[in-house]
């Protein structure tokens, strides 16, 4: 089940980094205020609940968090440390 919150914020945060990603491509702000600007959406968007599946941006099940972050460790055949740049998307 999803949390209300959760796909509130979402929704919310969806608008808001169109209008950054529009202000960029207009030339209206340079790169650093666009991140600026995403973090500033992206932070409280993520922790608006306590679920953490929904703070790492998954709005599926445990099941489905599970699924997807296994297909993920499946790939690695080695110890070491690997950086999850997708990590944070929402799904």
């Not at 089940?1 to 990603?21: H, I, Q, T, W």
């Not at 703070?55 to 690695?76: F, P, Y």
Request: charged share 25%; net charge negative.
């Amino acid at each position: 089940m999803r949390d209300p919150s959760f796909e509130r914020e979402k929704a919310c945060a969806y608008d808001l980094l169109a209008g950054a990603d529009a202000a960029l491509e207009e030339g209206q702000i340079d790169e650093a205020e666009w991140h600026r600007r995403i973090a500033a959406v992206i932070t409280p968007a993520h922790l608006a609940t306590d679920n953490p599946r929904a703070q790492a941006g998954n709005s599926g099940d445990k099941a489905h968090w599970r699924h997807v972050r296994g297909l993920i460790a499946d790939a690695v055949n080695r110890n070491g440390t690997f950086l999850d740049v997708g990590c944070a998307i929402a799904t």
